[in-house]
């Protein structure tokens, strides 16, 4: 999938690919102190797109868990890495985000169920269950390196 059209591998038609327009394309080191300032950033373009109004927090929560788990899970908090995150906008679908981290890669359906049993205690995992609850649709490419949410 090339680098600069993400909306190449959507593996479903809801957005039309001559409408769909990179925002913002950024890349920053695998290190947690980079999370913050690249979600600022990102969410400034999305508070400015069409439609996006009162979804500002779900889209802020799923984006800094992603970015966190890519820099933690995928890169290892390794500052020589890098860690990309690609938001591109349709006035009629909304935004499409996509995250992706130089790591191995995991299977998301081997993820604990974080509402259940002693998942209940756990102190870790649940950016992904968070994310699939704040998005409207989120799936995972290049084996589980890539994640794509997409908020109406």
Not at 55 to 70: H, T, Y
Not at 88 to 114: K, M, N, T, W, Y
Not at 126 to 137: A, S
């Amino acid at each position: 999938m090339p680098v600069d059209r993400p909306h190449d591998s959507l593996p479903e038609k809801d957005f039309n690919p001559d409408k769909l327009h990179l925002l913002l394309r950024v890349t920053f080191a695998a290190d947690r102190s980079a999370v913050e300032p690249t979600v600022g950033q990102v969410m400034a373009v999305v508070r400015g797109m069409k439609g996006i109004n009162g979804k500002e927090d779900a889209i802020e929560l799923s984006l800094q868990e992603a970015l966190a788990n890519a820099v933690i899970h995928g890169a290892k908090e390794d500052a020589s890495k890098t860690v990309e995150c690609i938001v591109s906008g349709d006035d009629e679908q909304g935004v499409l985000i996509v995250v992706r981290d130089p790591g191995i890669g995991f299977d998301p359906a081997s993820i604990p169920v974080c509402t259940i049993g002693e998942n209940l205690f756990s102190n870790h995992g649940r950016g992904i269950f968070l994310i699939n609850q704040l998005m409207d649709k989120v799936w995972f490419h290049r084996n589980g390196t890539e994640i794509h949410m997409v908020k109406r």
